[in-house]
């Protein structure tokens, strides 16, 4: 452990610490120490020095990140409960520099998983989140090939408050193991907010030289995850497309993920669109025909909801709560059973410019015979209110005239400047997809494996019809 | 037979609401009640019992010319109209023993005794005689035919055959056979030579088909002969194909095919229609699916400026008030029309299922065209001149704007109804910004999928 040591401080006095033309020395330099890394034993890397020093300290992940890792990852799987190595974790997140990684893509999941136990062993998971926060942001921040100087944990915090006030966009975000530990342990731990910093960032590739995902799992967990953190978000445009994006991916059997994700979807699509809207054309017929049959029970309570029948569906929801509760969906289903009351009254608002809160009781189906008059319109009252207060409806209620609700037309004009910017950042966005479906389709007519295809299609189609004049 | 006794002693009557009866011979004919009396589950297609009805038995069934037709519509009077169920019976009766259809002429005197018996009077004694005797007879002509049938067959004359198998069926549609009668005259198929052989078997196919209520099979029929080319008398039989294509039509719910096969048959040729219709029938099939589904324009090109359906019309002119009045926009005289003849209409052996979702639909029209060129209009009126309460009308139209054939929105406060201000311009932009995200999303579920794909990141069987 000395001898290890010895080299690699020797090696920080040795080589700049920053300074990008010596880049390509230092990354064969990265793969040597990798090498005797690797040879060392974990039992080795995880002892103290020989003055019981910890190397932990010793070391600086910014520029000994490869070895910080490893040597945390083995300290952890060694005795996960001893109490330092959070700390130290957290200084390696907020240090550490992806670029010396490119040598060993394996190490950095590595490191997040001996997170996760490290948590899980101190009995605290919260504490595996913002290390892997910091993780995945700065995975995020840094375009891997780039050369940008590694920001602290303070700019980094920066950059996640852009994240979520939408100023970020950028390309070549690269989905890594690491991100679905983080969404992980956010679900685990219930902190749905802390995830958007990361989750608000769109993916746009998976082979981040860092730590590339091994399995197409990982894109679907990423995305089923992901759905259900914007669900803890109340963000149900975000995770419905989340599942679908989940759905959408290339199989050739169902994944139980796909129809985990299906489930939910139903009930998203419920609560944003009233029913169960098309997948698109891309879907495996296979997974949606599995998926079919798996979420039955969804479709049924979807049907029921789209008739508008709070009854039917609270019916339906009754029926299968034992299937429901067993999936983990009740609570978006009783979301569901609370919104067709308030669809209903929404409807109304494009049908009625005044009505009385008695009559919006009697027609969305709140009066029956057990509940006094009353207590229904109250009910009703407190459903405009709650949808007057988030936004749904423009309304007012007045109570001079026996408690009269009248309706109002929709405020939003677009005649505003921010309309104006809106649609320019919205036609730039457009733009800018369209230069890269464009550079893609490029790539893709130029590729061999196209070419090639594309010749054998033109060689065969000329045999066959050469054939055919033979014949 | 006395055949308009008034119905004073057949006690449970509906109320007594008429607003006068304006019948054929008003003079003679009951009280119009205030029509679909309490008892009529209407979507569920109960069998609906008419309590009261203007109809004139003896006029009304006199308009057809076949006997078949004319006990069909008896018995189904009987058996919907318990006022004029004697009455129908017992003029059904006479005509059944005309033919020789033993099982009908019991079926009818058993209603007949029924009627009577509600009415305490002395009941009819069956006919046993004739009843037998009919029955051998039918029995003696039925193998009579059958021999003559073998005898031909094994001679292989086609002619002869395809008579052979016309006569049985005949005479078997004759003795009430109609499924028995269907078999013979879809054999005959075979055998026919000349086009006027096919156009008469599909004609007798058809008839019993409609009979027997099997439309899809008459419908089958009716294309066939259709096509045949250069049909003798082309003129005629296209009024006819249209008359039985309006039925068929109209009982499958497409009224505005219907309504156009009623408004294509010539007047000239009223009297070669389908065997079950009257002319009149055509008068009013044509004018009530033609309001329930026509547009405006539509009605005044094809109904009123149609010389050939005018004279139609001419027959029936409570129905041609109707009509008028509503292209006249009097929609209140034209509702109160319709209240009056519904009942009789329920009487009707093709009408009566449909009737009630024609009269929504004409309603419906109605309720849009008042509306149509007003910004603003009060409830309270509207509802008066479209002859129902606030209420009523308020759920109605509250139903059409949903259905979005009114724009406008309800003043429930104040019942005044109101044009729906529609703002294109943030429409567009709300709509636009909406497309453009989906596409974004379209384009990223794409490129990730092509992604996946490229690095062979497919989700399949685990590999061991």
Not at chain 1, 59 to 64: I, M
Not at chain 2, 406 to 414: T, V
């Amino acid at each position: 452990m000395d001898q290890l040591l010895s080299i690699l401080l020797q090696n920080r006095g040795g080589s700049p610490a920053e300074g990008s033309h010596l880049q390509n020395v230092s990354d064969e330099h990265q793969r040597t120490v990798y090498k005797a890394l690797a040879a060392t034993s974990t039992y080795v890397l995880a002892s103290p020095t020989s003055s019981n020093d910890d190397p932990l300290s010793l070391l600086d992940p910014r520029t000994n990140t490869l070895a910080f890792a490893m040597i945390l990852t083995a300290r952890i799987k060694h005795s996960p409960s001893s109490s330092l190595l959070l700390a130290h974790a957290l200084t390696f997140a907020q240090r550490f520099d992806p670029r010396q990684l490119v040598v060993a893509p394996q190490e950095l999941p590595a490191v997040g998983e001996a997170i996760i136990l490290c948590a899980d062993a101190a009995r605290c998971r919260r504490a595996a989140v913002r290390p892997l926060q910091l993780i995945c942001l700065r995975l995020n921040a840094t375009p891997v090939s780039g050369n940008t100087v590694g920001m602290s944990a303070v700019d980094l915090d920066e950059y996640a408050f852009n994240v979520i006030a939408g100023n970020v966009s950028q390309s070549g975000v690269h989905l890594t193991p690491l991100h679905v530990q983080f969404l992980k342990v956010c679900l685990l731990a219930k902190n749905y907010k802390i995830a958007r910093t990361v989750l608000d960032v769109p993916i746009t590739d998976f082979a981040s030289p860092v730590a590339p995902i091994a399995a197409v799992q990982d894109f679907l967990l990423y995305h089923y995850y992901g759905g259900l953190v914007h669900i803890g978000n109340k963000r149900f445009q975000a995770a419905q497309q989340f599942f679908e994006i989940c759905l959408n991916a290339p199989s050739t059997v169902p994944s139980a993920i796909q129809i985990e994700s299906y489930k939910r979807l139903v009930l998203v699509s419920l609560l944003l669109k009233g029913e169960m809207t098309a997948l698109p054309k891309s879907v495996a017929p296979i997974v949606l025909r599995s998926c079919r049959s798996q979420a039955a029970a969804y479709l049924e309570f979807a049907s029921a909801f789209a008739s508008l029948s709070h009854t039917r569906a609270a019916a339906k929801a009754q029926q299968f709560a034992e299937r429901f509760h067993a999936d983990k969906t009740l609570g978006l289903v009783q979301q569901c059973l609370a919104d067709i009351v308030r669809r209903k009254i929404q409807q109304l608002t494009s049908t009625y410019l005044t009505l009385s809160l008695g009559d919006i009781a009697r027609s969305v189906g709140l009066v029956d015979a057990s509940v006094p008059i009353e207590v229904a319109e109250a009910e009703a009252e407190a459903h405009v209110l709650q949808m007057i207060e988030s936004g749904r409806v423009l309304a007012t209620i007045s109570h001079a005239d026996g408690g009269m609700v009248s309706f109002h037309d929709v405020a939003e004009s677009f005649d505003s400047l921010a309309t104006t910017e809106k649609l320019e950042r919205e036609l730039a966005s457009a733009a800018a997809a369209d230069l890269d479906a464009r550079d893609l389709d490029r790539k893709i007519s130029l590729s061999r494996e196209y070419l090639q295809r594309i010749t054998q299609d033109k060689s065969k189609a000329a045999s066959s019809t050469l054939d055919d004049d033979q014949v | 037979m006395d055949v308009n006794t008034p119905k004073s002693d057949t006690a449970p009557v509906g109320p007594l609401a008429g607003p006068g009866g304006i019948g054929g011979d008003a003079s003679t004919s009951p009280m119009a009640a205030d029509g679909h009396s309490g008892d009529s589950g209407r979507k569920k297609r109960a069998r609906v019992h008419v309590l009261s009805a203007t109809i004139d038995l003896e006029t009304h069934i006199a308009n057809y010319k076949d006997r078949g037709a004319r006990i069909d519509r008896l018995m189904f009077i009987a058996d919907r109209c318990p006022p004029l169920q004697a009455d129908a019976s017992a003029l059904a009766i006479t005509e059944i023993k005309q033919t020789s259809n033993a099982e009908k002429y019991l079926q009818a005197v058993t209603r007949l005794n029924e009627a009577l018996y509600a009415q305490r009077k002395p009941m009819q004694p069956v006919d046993e005689k004739w009843v037998e005797e009919t029955r051998q007879a039918v029995r003696a002509k039925t193998e009579r035919l059958e021999s003559e049938l073998k005898s031909y067959r094994a001679n292989s004359i086609k002619e002869s055959i395809r008579m052979g198998y016309t006569d049985l069926g005949d005479h078997l549609f004759d003795a009430g056979d109609l499924s028995g009668a269907l078999k013979h005259y879809t054999r005959t198929k075979d055998y026919c030579a000349t086009q006027k052989h096919i156009l008469d078997m599909c004609m007798r196919v058809i008839r019993t088909g409609i009979s027997i209520g099997n439309f899809a099979h008459a419908h089958t029929f009716l294309v066939k002969a259709e096509s045949i080319p250069d049909p003798p008398e082309r003129e005629k039989l296209s009024s006819k194909i249209a008359s039985i294509m309006g039925i068929i039509n109209m009982e499958s719910g497409a009224y505005r095919k219907a309504a156009k096969n009623f408004l294509s048959i010539q007047f000239a040729h009223a009297d070669v229609i389908f065997e079950t219709l009257s002319p009149n029938d055509i008068a009013v099939y044509g004018a009530i699916t033609a309001l329930a589904s026509f547009e405006r324009s539509e009605l005044k090109s094809q109904v009123f400026e149609n010389s050939d359906f005018k004279q139609f019309l001419e027959l029936e002119p409570q129905i041609r008030e109707m009509l008028y009045n509503f292209h006249a926009l009097k929609f209140q005289a034209c509702l109160e029309i319709m209240a009056r003849i519904k009942n009789d209409l329920l009487l009707d052996i093709y009408l009566h299922e449909h009737l009630d979702t024609l009269f929504q639909l004409i309603r419906k029209k109605a309720i849009v065209q008042y509306f149509y060129p007003f910004m603003s209009v009060d409830m309270n009126k509207m509802a008066e001149n479209l002859y129902c309460t606030v209420s009523e009308l308020e759920h109605e139209v509250a139903a059409l704007i949903r259905e979005g054939q009114i724009q406008a929105r309800i003043d429930s406060h104040n019942k005044i109804l109101r044009v729906k201000r529609t703002n294109q311009r943030s429409q567009l932009y709300a709509k636009s910004l909406e497309m453009a995200a989906d596409y974004a999303f379209q384009r990223r579920l794409t490129v990730l999928r092509g992604k996946l794909l490229e690095r062979e990141l497919v989700v399949s069987m685990a590999r061991r």
